[in-house]
């Protein structure tokens, strides 16, 4: 099937590893040419080799002075997706402020402040897409993720108000909502549930596949293939949705 999209200019945040990393491998397989962004230079460059051909731009999210810099390096996209680390693992309360301002910056402010850089070349093309990852913790709260739930919430709210704005410029704007995926991250995860309980971490993992209809962590290139859609010619009529792939983890509709 073609996407349509060959040819397009895309920007992968977080790029260089887990979900980022399929994503980009995707879009460059359907074509696409992709600028694959992160701190760690070694492994966007690690990243690049993998895909085959990609370019790469080094950024740190939390410093949103340099952005409009970063946003002129990489040049005119047609496809932006907004994939960020994650904040410190931790409950919603007890938090020191700077854990909040930090992660704030770097995974909120940053995706807004970027979005808005690279959203005029799309509106003056009258092409463009904006997937924005976030997690199902966003309306299932996970518990040793009370920052991370809040601040993902609050991108979804920014993505239904942004898609109605620019909707009629041929731009599309969409929240990709993974489940569980078999990442670093969500190893990590897991080691914090285990200590925070005290228990195995085979104990957590063996809970939350009894608690995934599928009964399993997705892959990545599970992820990626719905990501891709968003951003595909063929979704040009998707915009303001959130897409859960999940497994069928959440249960409301």
Not at 69 to 80: Q, S
Not at 106 to 126: C, N
Not at 128 to 136: Q, W
Request: net charge neutral; charged share 20%; hydrophobic share 45%.
């Amino acid at each position: 099937m073609d996407l349509k999209i060959a040819g397009k200019r895309a920007l992968v945040l977080g790029g260089n590893r887990g979900m980022g990393l399929a994503i980009a491998k995707t879009l460059a397989v359907e074509g696409a040419s992709v600028t694959i962004a992160a701190r760690d230079e070694k492994a966007l460059a690690d990243a690049a080799r993998e895909i085959g051909a990609a370019h790469t731009v080094a950024v740190d999210l939390s410093d949103t002075a340099s952005l409009a810099t970063f946003a002129a390096k990489v040049g005119d996209i047609d496809i932006l997706v907004n994939n960020t680390g994650g904040p410190p693992y931790g409950s919603a309360t007890g938090r020191d402020l700077q854990d909040w301002e930090e992660s704030f910056r770097s995974m909120s402010l940053s995706v807004i402040g970027l979005t808005d850089l690279f959203l005029p070349a799309m509106r003056a093309k009258g092409w463009g897409r904006v997937v924005t990852v976030v997690s199902t913790g966003a309306i299932q709260p996970i518990p040793v993720l009370g920052i991370s739930n809040t601040l993902r919430a609050g991108l979804i709210a920014w993505s239904k108000s942004l898609a109605p704005e620019v909707a009629k410029d041929g731009v599309t704007v969409n929240i990709l909502m993974p489940g569980r995926v078999a990442t670093e991250r969500v190893t990590l995860t897991d080691d914090a549930t285990a200590e925070r309980e005290n228990i195995p971490v085979e104990t957590v993992r063996q809970r939350s596949f009894a608690q995934i209809p599928m009964g399993r962590y997705a892959e990545p290139e599970e992820i990626a293939a719905a990501a891709t859609f968003l951003c595909s010619g063929l979704a040009s009529y998707v915009t303001g949705s959130v897409l859960r792939v999940d497994g069928g983890y959440v249960r409301h509709v």
